[in-house]
């Protein structure tokens, strides 16, 4: 049975709060994109709509009105991104492959845009970086949106033929494959929230949406398992870190409970107990989630596979009554939700957005008075490791199956000195602060073998937009410029020698070079 119980806070670890950590022997180091945020080419080599390019031209949908036609036009400057992988040290490339560019509309498999993904693994094998693919970072052909997309049972299926697509192209040299990103902002930011494409205000169409997500994944590990028994098989998702505002108050514990339940667990039991869990179904009761599950579809969801993909952020206190004074969220605005302020700020109209949350009326996120990041999200390192140490003991440990933090970064309002460079200290911090936090939770005894920063470069990020900063290289937007910023020198110096320097170690200390 899924329970959920209040985890308490971390106080810093003396062993690992400030010294120099050496990573186990072979961690992978490695960065992380997405197809849609970097490619641009949007119209090129028979790409057709996904669901971003139809939403993007929503009026107020993304600040700014902008979209991503050109994004970073990593389309056509791949050789030269790859290169500078290298240059930082990176034992891997994460990235997404599109959906909307393989198979236009959902139906037939577009060569051009399966050709460049050839090109894109074998640049990358030349230049000895693992290529690390997930299947769907959010790209879903319009055309299957057009027929009810997520809520429609159709498109898991649909999904599972497109990955055994990629699957015959790519499968004699990549290894490792993921099946889905994130599906809690697929399903419920862009079915239950608006936030996201397809922009779907539905607490029904959420839950119907998360179900064929986790369908689709389970078909095609299935699918996949059956083409290459030896291939690294695994999901992504994005987590939060829900702790009442008062532990001793049963209202404020069942608030985090509620977050807890439609966020983690909502996809984590399915994944690994084969059931959703009860207190989750009682609470959505009234929106059909499980008008949507067959028979025998657990066992699908199921489906062993060898490794999950932890995407960190920030975590959030949750009560059943209101902060009284301070923002309205605390910030513990889930990953992905809009900066409403931040879009005013831009000079974009507001669209009218719900919760993401299908059964969380009543639940209030309260500051902590944690330093925030750009997008108003908490700092809180201290939470991955309660996240990674719970996820072992709970759900990936019983199993073995591994883990890697596939995404963790920060956006921060970058600033541009005179010769072009970019001192991102701040960026710097967080990630040295996450990179310690792994490593105690790796003492505790997760199995954690890899991290992967988000993101290697400045991109589109979502509603949002140009106008927040993720990259540990920065791009000029107008010349497609690259330039690495401080915190990239400094992760390349961390992945070459594996080892987080002591924080008092000058940052121009030599970087080292990756085996």
């Known amino acids: 049975?899924?329970?959920?119980?209040?985890?308490?806070?971390?106080?810093?670890?003396?062993?690992?709060?400030?010294?120099?950590?050496?990573?186990?022997?072979?961690?992978?180091?490695?960065?992380a994109t997405a197809s849609f945020q970097i490619e641009g080419a949007g119209q090129t080599d028979g790409r057709k709509d996904s669901v971003w390019d139809a939403f993007a031209r929503v009026p107020g949908a993304v600040v700014n009105g902008d979209d991503g036609l050109v994004a970073c036009d990593h389309y056509h400057r791949y050789r030269e991104d790859v290169a500078l992988m290298r240059e930082l040290n990176l034992g891997a490339y994460r990235f997404s492959s599109s959906w909307a560019r393989v198979r236009p509309d959902g139906g037939a498999v577009n060569p051009q845009g399966l050709a460049f993904y050839d090109r894109l693994v074998?640049?990358?094998?030349?230049?000895?970086?693992?290529?690390?693919?997930?299947?769907?970072?959010?790209?879903?052909?319009?055309?299957?949106?057009?027929?009810?997309?997520?809520?429609?049972?159709?498109?898991?299926?649909?999904?599972?033929?497109?990955?055994?697509?990629?699957?015959?192209?790519?499968?004699?040299?990549?290894?490792?494959?993921?099946?889905?990103?994130?599906?809690?902002?697929?399903?419920?930011?862009?079915?239950?929230?608006?936030?996201?494409?397809?922009?779907?205000?539905?607490?029904?169409?959420?839950?119907?949406?998360?179900?064929?997500?986790?369908?689709?994944?389970?078909?095609?590990?299935q699918a996949l398992r059956e083409r290459a028994p030896q291939a690294n098989l695994g999901i992504t998702l994005n987590f939060t870190v829900a702790d009442p505002v008062d532990p001793a108050d049963p209202?404020?514990?069942?608030?985090?409970?509620?977050?807890?339940?439609?966020?983690?667990?909502?996809?984590?039991?399915?994944?690994?107990?084969?059931?959703?869990?009860?207190?989750?179904?009682?609470?959505?009761?009234?929106?059909?989630?499980?008008?949507?599950?067959?028979?025998g579809d657990l066992e699908i969801v199921s489906t062993p596979i060898d490794t999950l993909g932890v995407n960190y952020y920030n975590g959030g206190a949750f009560s059943a009554r209101p902060q009284e004074s301070g923002s309205a969220d605390g910030g513990t605005r889930p990953e992905g939700v809009r900066d409403e302020d931040a879009g005013a700020q831009d000079g974009a109209p507001v669209r009218e957005t719900s919760s993401p949350y299908p059964a969380a009326d009543g639940v209030h996120g309260h500051s902590r008075g944690l330093p925030l990041t750009d997008m108003g999200w908490e700092v809180q390192p201290e939470g991955l490791t309660r996240l990674l140490t719970r996820l072992q003991e709970e759900y990936t440990g019983p199993l073995g199956v591994s883990m890697y933090v596939t995404e963790n970064g920060a956006a921060y309002p970058d600033v541009v000195g005179p010769d072009g460079s970019v001192d991102d200290q701040d960026r710097l911090d967080f990630l040295d602060a996450h990179l310690r936090a792994t490593k105690d939770a790796i003492d505790a005894g997760a199995d954690v073998r890899g991290y992967f920063a988000w993101s290697l470069m400045d991109n589109f990020e979502w509603a949002l937009g140009y106008t927040k900063r993720f990259g540990i290289v920065r791009v000029d937007y107008a010349t497609q410029e690259r330039t690495v910023k401080a915190s990239g020198r400094w992760y390349a110096r961390v992945a070459g020698t594996n080892v987080v320097p002591a924080r008092d170690e000058p940052d121009d200390a030599p970087a080292g070079a990756r085996p």
């Open 251 to 295: 209202a404020d514990v069942d608030a985090a409970r509620r977050i807890d339940g439609q966020f983690n667990r909502v996809f984590l039991d399915p994944l690994f107990r084969g059931a959703y869990p009860q207190d989750l179904l009682d609470d959505v009761a009234p929106y059909g989630l499980l008008d949507h599950v067959r028979d």
């Open 122 to 221: 074998d640049e990358l094998l030349d230049a000895q970086i693992l290529p690390w693919i997930t299947l769907y970072h959010w790209d879903l052909p319009q055309a299957l949106e057009e027929k009810g997309g997520w809520t429609n049972r159709d498109t898991a299926f649909r999904f599972a033929e497109y990955a055994v697509t990629m699957h015959e192209a790519l499968g004699d040299r990549v290894g490792v494959w993921t099946t889905l990103n994130e599906p809690w902002c697929s399903a419920f930011l862009g079915y239950t929230a608006g936030v996201h494409a397809p922009g779907r205000q539905s607490r029904p169409d959420g839950l119907a949406a998360a179900h064929h997500l986790l369908l689709g994944h389970g078909l095609a590990v």
């Open 1 to 31: 049975m899924s329970l959920f119980v209040p985890s308490t806070p971390l106080a810093p670890n003396p062993a690992t709060a400030t010294g120099r950590v050496e990573m186990p022997h072979g961690f992978l180091w490695g960065a």
